[in-house]
């Protein structure tokens, strides 16, 4: 499939964001979500595709012994710009400005085998 037909397939479909419990209890009522890279790198990071939450989080956050939610996200809601854009070898959604509260339809638990390795969460797997 052409990454043209590709992003159209994905354009509608909810996305998601992976963070600490501790940041998201932090975050502020009534203030849209900035994550961690907003600042850093002009962008929230996302994943388009429910299989791929586990390969970035055992990738990048596996070492971290913190517990992890992740943001179930509509994007048709989001006030920031959403483009989708290569990294990896993949196509990935960037929020390019803060995550107005309201497109977070729901917030899942991410558990983890005592290894430390992510593992799917129920709620997701017939997303």
């Known amino acids: 499939m052409n990454i043209k037909m590709r992003l159209k397939s994905l354009w509608n479909k ?5 963070l600490s419990v501790e ?8 203030q ?5 890279t907003l600042d850093t790198e002009g ?3 996302c ?6 939450l ?4 055992n990738r990048f956050y596996r070492a971290n012994p913190a517990n992890f939610v992740i943001l179930c996200i509509d994007p048709a809601r989001v006030q920031a710009t959403v483009q989708w854009e290569a990294a990896d070898q993949h196509i990935f959604p960037h929020i390019y400005g803060p995550l107005n509260l309201d497109a977070v339809v729901n917030v899942v638990q991410f558990p983890r ?6 593992l799917m969460p129920t709620e997701l797997c017939k997303a």
Request: proline residues 5%.
């Open 14 to 18: 909810m996305i998601y964001h992976i």
């Open 54 to 57: 586990l390969q970035v989080a």
């Open 113 to 118: 085998a005592v290894t430390g390795q992510f």
């Open 47 to 52: 994943t388009g595709e429910v299989e791929w």
């Open 23 to 30: 940041d998201w209890q932090n975050q502020a009522p009534g």
């Open 32 to 36: 849209p979500y900035r994550g961690d």
């Open 43 to 45: 962008f929230i990071h």
